[in-house]
Structure formats: C-alpha cells, structure tokens
C-alpha cells in the first residue's frame, strides 16, 4: 500500500515500506528547541500499523502525527534524526508475529510504534519481551499489554481499555440510566470495554439486560438491533470502531433506536468516523481521553499543525501519534540522543511528565498512561466536551508486577 507521506520510499510489494525522515526547515511555528548533541547515525523506528482494512485511516492519522512532530523538531528527536520503516500490519493477529519479527530482525529497528488492533498488539508485546525492544502502542488499548505482560522498555500512548469505559458507568447512571444492552465485536478489546463498562455501571447501581456480540470485523449488525428493540433497554453501550462503528450507528439511526434509547458508547464508536456517520452520529456520548473542542494551548496548536499538513481535522489517533513521538523526545534528550544508553532514556520517559492536547499526561508503573477521561456529545459534527468523567485517571495495572 501507498503512503503519502512525501518521505516514505517503497522497497517491495507487500506494502513494506522503507524511507527516512527528511530535515524540514520551513515549519518555523510550533517547534521545539534542538539539543547541542546530536548523534550521527539516524535513530530507526519502525512503525507497524493498519494502513489498509477496516482500521486504515486510523493508522495513518497516528503515522501523520508521529511525523508531524518529528517534522516539527527538525527532523530529529532530542537532537536524534529519525528514520522510518514502515509495515502495513493489515489488522491480522496471525501475520503480527511475522511481521514484527521482520522489523525487529531484518530491519533491525531500535524501537517499534504500533498498532491499533489488540490482537496483533499482543504478538507485538510478546516479541518486544522475548527481544528487549522498546516498544511504544500509540492506539490498541488491550489491558494485558500495561498489565501482565508489563515490562520496563513497553509504554503505551493511547489508554487501556478500562481506562476509558470504567468511568462511563457511573456518568450513565448519574444521567438516570437504571438498565443498559451492551454490543460490541467478539474479540479482546470489544469484551475488555464492555467488561469495564459494567464494573462501573453495575457498582454504582445499574443493571446489565443482556450482553450481544458479533465476530469482527462483521458489519451486518441487523440481527441484533432487532433485538435490542425487543429487549427495550433505557440505554445501550457501544464499542465499536473504524468502519464497522460508521456502519453500526447509521443502522442503529436507521432503525429509529436513536430517537427512542440513548447511545453511548467508548469514544471510539463516534472519533474519526463523524464525516462518515453524518447528522445519525448527533447525540451519542462517549468517554474517552480526548474531546475535539478541548481548549489548551497545546490542542489548538496540534490542531492548526496538523490541518496545515494534511488538510484533514485531527483527531485522538493523530494525538497518540503525536504523543509517541513526544514521549520517545524525553528518552532522547534525557541521553543526548545516545539510544545505547537505554535504560537511562526507558527511565525518562516513564518519568516524562507530557503537556499533550489531550491534557496532562503521565504514566504510571505499567508504562499506562495516566490522563483526563473525559464525556463527550457528538454536536453538528464534532465530539464536544460535555464534562470530565474521570480527573487523572490512572489504570489499576492488574497483573503487572513492576513496583513502583
């Protein structure tokens, strides 16, 4: 698959692509001082994300802001030029392993950002464990990967998946909800959402009706809003994502559910698919760690940078991306570019503390990020902040054994 960004370079058919980084002088806005050190040798990063299936746009919006904030620093981060390689992960969990062992071996890549599903986000941590690769996860919010499967060089940028539906559960039954359907893809990240859902949900009083699932990626979701309408829930959470969350809530609309039983959902059911869904996606809430209309300095100059570089609004995949790339800029400068002093630089960027469009951004022991969740509506084409549904909130890490 093609990418446009002017610096990638095709070096096979298989969607495998190799280029490097250019130096951009003329973004002289929004941009970062450069360490006095620089090393010569260009630090390679492979990226292993969907750029094809039903997750494409969301890989290439964290590609765009990866490399929109490297563009911004010069082409360098902490004083480090940085060099892509780049694969197309296609969403498939059974080619993951082959393709991360690609860009570990072959390429012999010093670090790997991806991916969105969590599926192949598991083979990626457990070939990051068994080589020592850092690795950073700019979307897939799988909990194992900042639980369990923890280790000192993995970190995450985006959320756990019970990091952004937990909260959602008590927003639902504070707004008078008593009962609720849940619907999702049967697969980890569809049952991890809803499971935190109803840990949130239940505990503050709410009673789930009933559970339906279908496998992913499948789209005909038919079947069960017509059950839905027979079980006449007073509300129903959504995890859906990509093109199957455009198909799900223009049939859920189509249907005439939308004006009968409230639609929330993890943010993810309304980010990057609003052009798509149009005025059916109107009054869905969602929780997730980003709003559109977020006001902070840091979020209306990402927002500006990255419509001047892509013409497109920016969303949270973009922001992930922006933010592994931030959070890979602590590591360096904490060792003036010098990525063979690893666990000096693995050590600063658990410690980084990040001013993200998002809000404040730390992390915790697991390498989880801790952050602002917040309750969006979707209004005339945007998913606008309505409130904070969780201040700092820090996922419970369970399983992983670093301490503190």
Not at 89 to 98: F, N
Not at 172 to 189: C, K, L, P, Q, S
Not at 255 to 263: D, E, K, S, V
């Amino acid at each position: 698959m093609s990418h446009s960004n002017p610096f990638s370079v095709p070096t096979s058919r298989r969607r495998f692509l190799l280029g490097a980084a250019a130096v951009t002088t003329g973004a002289a806005a929004f941009r970062f001082p450069t360490p006095a050190i620089a090393q010569g040798a260009p630090l390679k990063v492979g990226f292993m994300l969907p750029y094809s299936g039903t997750f494409a746009k969301l890989g290439k919006f964290v590609d765009d802001g990866f490399r929109l904030n490297v563009e911004r620093q010069g082409g360098s981060l902490g004083g480090r030029r940085i060099e892509f390689v780049q694969v197309d992960d296609e969403s498939k969990p059974e080619s993951a392993t082959d393709n991360m062992n690609r860009l570990v071996g072959r390429e012999k890549v010093d670090l790997v950002v991806g991916t969105v599903h969590s599926g192949v986000a598991m083979a990626m941590v457990k070939v990051a464990r068994d080589t020592n690769t850092p690795l950073i996860i700019p979307n897939a919010g799988v909990n194992e990967a900042t639980g369990p499967m923890c280790a000192p060089h993995i970190f995450r940028t985006s959320f756990s998946n019970w990091q952004v539906c937990q909260p959602m559960g008590k927003v639902m039954f504070d707004e008078g909800r008593r009962n609720a359907v849940t619907i999702t893809w049967r697969y980890a990240a569809g049952a991890q959402m809803v499971d935190a859902f109803k840990e949130g949900f239940t505990r503050a009083g709410g009673a789930i009706v009933e559970d339906l699932a279908l496998p992913f990626p499948e789209v005909e979701f038919q079947a069960l809003i017509t059950r839905i309408a027979t079980l006449k829930p007073d509300s129903v959470f959504a995890f859906f994502a990509g093109g199957g969350a455009v198909k799900f809530v223009k049939d859920y609309a189509a249907a005439g559910l939308n004006r009968t039983i409230p639609l929330y959902g993890a943010g993810f059911l309304t980010d990057g698919t609003l052009p798509a869904q149009g005025a059916d996606a109107n009054g869905i809430k969602t929780t997730l760690h980003y709003a559109d209309n977020l006001d902070n300095p840091a979020n209306r100059a990402f927002l500006e940078a990255f419509k001047a570089k892509t013409g497109q609004d920016g969303d949270i995949y973009a922001v992930q991306g922006w933010d592994a790339a931030a959070l890979l800029a602590e590591g360096l400068k904490a060792t003036k570019g010098d990525w063979s002093a690893r666990t000096q630089a693995t050590a600063a960027m658990r410690a980084a503390r990040i001013d993200s469009p998002r809000g404040p951004l730390s992390f915790n022991r697991a390498g989880n990020p801790v952050q602002n969740v917040y309750l969006r509506e979707v209004r005339n084409g945007r998913n606008e902040l309505v409130s904070i549904a969780g201040q700092a909130v820090d996922d419970p890490a369970r399983g992983c054994r670093i301490q503190a």
